[in-house]
């Protein structure tokens, strides 16, 4: 099956005809799985920009408000990563146990809370780069922009596109 055909998107239990529970759980988490594939690697940039930030030159002068953001953006990169990599992790342990139905709902809500983990930090961390670089007003109004766009695009737009189908 074409990974870009919308009946594979849509959760309807009779998408594919004459898919069996099993196959339909095999294409949904290879789906979750290639979905992960482009978060993964995202957080995982910024992660590792992150632990290299207090080693650099001027991270003393940091205020301990910029210090306190820094830590959410750092803690909250970390989260999502583990959150991303839960079901890849998991899948090895539940490897052939008959497990794979509950393995992709849980897979699912691990990677909507890494989504929003990600959306944590990368609204903080461009709020303490722009502080640090400009100005608050500045980096507040980039944060909430920020922080806006991915509430639309990664969760608000989709369940009412969803709503609207349903």
């Known amino acids: 099956m074409n990974m870009e055909d919308p009946r594979s998107m849509d959760g309807n239990p009779s998408a594919v005809p004459g898919e069996s529970p099993a196959a339909r759980a095999d294409r949904n988490f290879v789906e979750l799985l290639q979905g992960l594939r482009v978060a993964v690697t995202g957080v995982q940039v910024l992660f590792a920009f992150l632990l290299t930030v207090p080693f650099s030159p001027g991270f003393e002068e940091v205020t301990d408000a910029q210090r306190n953001l820094y ?93 609207r189908r349903g």
């Open 71 to 163: 830590y959410v953006a750092l803690v909250s990169a970390a989260v999502a990563s583990i959150f991303f990599i839960a079901p890849a992790a998991q899948h090895r342990i539940l490897f052939r146990q008959g497990l794979k139905e509950p393995l992709v709902h849980r897979s699912n809500r691990y990677t909507m809370l890494g989504t929003l983990a990600l959306a944590v930090s990368i609204t903080s961390a461009s709020l303490l780069v722009v502080d640090y670089i400009f100005r608050w007003d500045l980096a507040t109004a980039t944060a909430i922009a920020l922080a806006g766009m991915a509430l639309w695009m990664w969760f608000l737009g989709p369940l009412l596109y969803r709503s």
